[in-house]
């Protein structure tokens, strides 16, 4: 499973950063084509994308690949 892929704000839009590195690998105008990368990106690698807002908290998680933990049911 590859690195969890973090789309969050920075100055003048949005950036893709893989969890643990130190600068962003994609940077993007808007929340939806910071989005759309990371999603590809996460997709290849099999990972996790964590959308955050504005405020930097996550708001939202998709797992692509296989999910170590799926609900039961």
Not at 52 to 69: S, V, W
Request: hydrophobic letters at 25%; glycine letters at 14%; one cysteine or more.
């Amino acid at each position: 499973m590859g690195k969890n892929q973090h789309v969050i704000p920075v100055k003048g839009g949005w950036a893709v950063k893989a969890e643990g590195a130190s600068e962003p690998t994609h940077t993007a105008g808007t929340q939806q084509e910071a989005f759309e990368i990371g999603r590809d990106i996460a997709k290849k690698e099999c990972s996790e994308l964590l959308i955050h807002g504005e405020d930097g908290k996550i708001r939202e998680r998709n797992t692509y690949g296989k999910d170590p933990y799926p609900p039961e049911g």
